[in-house]
């Protein structure tokens, strides 16, 4: 099973002096969701092997050569 993730309160609470006086209780969870799937990716970012600079370069060479096929190919 997969541990939670817990967040941290001070930034809970830092995020909550952005908000207006008055806010709905989905607007208070959505801020909450979103803190948690920032702090998800950060984890994952860390804790994860990354995409070498190699292999970038390759994709973003073939993304390039399609982007610019499909503007020569516009009528």
Do not use: C, W, Y
């Not at 967040?7 to 709905?24: H, R």
């Amino acid at each position: 099973m997969e541990e939670e993730l817990l967040l941290d309160k001070n930034q809970v609470i830092e995020s909550f002096g952005n908000l207006p006086d008055k806010v709905s209780a989905d607007e208070l969870i959505e801020r909450i969701l979103f803190i948690r799937l920032i702090n998800e990716r950060l984890l994952e970012a860390k804790t994860t092997p990354g995409t070498s600079h190699e292999q970038f370069m390759e994709e973003f060479k073939a993304f390039k050569a399609e982007k610019k096929a499909e503007r020569q190919n516009r009528p």
